[in-house]
């Protein structure tokens, strides 16, 4: 699922595309890896936060494992214990240019990007929760791809429209979970030839560029 996405657009148009006050001094990249900082809307403001929940997994000797961040909530295990608190009563807003998934041979893959038609940024629906390891965290929600990506991955972010932000943020979680349908719009498809680990150009006659970062550690 989504572990890259972008956001190309500068803090004061996010205020005015949004409705919300932008703190000088939010954390975000262009680019948002899973386990990093990345902006989103809750309580009538935009936050930075981790995008992951951190989720701590055990050895074979029953030893505590580094925790890993888990960044996408399928739609249909929102009702797990592990998201359904965040769900219920933390929901936000997740402002995204692009969105990026893997396309391609095993260790060679390259980024192919996800974008709605136009320049403005759209909201994907996201849920949060305080954290003891990494303070503040969301998540993204995940629903079944639209026909335009099936080749490349079964699901995609919920894609929310501006009349359905406030029912997603302030309605109930039925209401809420109404709203978690696959896109049905025309989406915008580039495909690049970057590496997907790091986004340089992949050369034809280069050996395969193992890297142990976020984005590689899901293929």
């Given at each position: ?5 972008r956001l ?9 595309i949004?409705?919300?006050e932008v ?9 948002v ?6 902006v989103?809307i809750?309580g ?9 929940f ?6 074979k ?12 909530a ?6 797990s ?7 219920e ?9 692009q969105?990026?998934e ?23 629906g996201?849920?949060w929760r ?10 993204m929600?995940?629903?079944p ?5 099936q080749?490349?991955?079964d699901?995609?972010?919920v894609?929310l ?22 896109w ?11 590496r ?9 006659d280069?050996?395969?560029?193992l ?9």
């Amino acid at each position: 699922m989504c572990n890259l996405y972008r956001l190309r657009t500068a803090k004061a148009e996010i205020s005015q595309i949004f409705r919300v006050e932008v703190p000088a001094g939010a954390n975000f990249g262009e680019e948002v890896v899973k386990g990093y900082p990345g902006v989103m809307i809750t309580g009538g403001r935009a936050q930075s936060m981790n995008w992951g929940f951190p989720r701590v997994l055990r050895g074979k000797q029953g030893q505590k494992l580094a925790p890993t961040a888990v960044n996408n909530a399928r739609s249909d295990n929102l009702a797990s214990p592990f998201w359904q608190s965040s769900f219920e009563t933390r929901r936000c807003l997740i402002p995204v240019s692009q969105w990026a998934e893997p396309q391609g041979e095993d260790r060679r893959m390259t980024r192919t990007w996800y974008a709605l038609p136009g320049d403005m940024p759209f909201a994907v629906g996201g849920i949060w929760r305080p954290t003891d390891m990494w303070g503040n965290c969301y998540s993204m929600v995940m629903v079944p791809a639209s026909p335009q990506m099936q080749e490349v991955h079964d699901r995609m972010p919920v894609i929310l429209r501006r009349e359905d932000w406030d029912r997603w943020l302030g309605g109930s979680a039925t209401q809420a979970f109404d709203l978690c349908r696959t896109w049905e719009g025309r989406l915008e498809v580039e495909r690049r030839q970057d590496r997907w680990v790091d986004g340089q150009p992949l050369l034809e006659d280069e050996p395969p560029k193992l890297q142990d970062l976020p984005l590689f550690k899901d293929l």
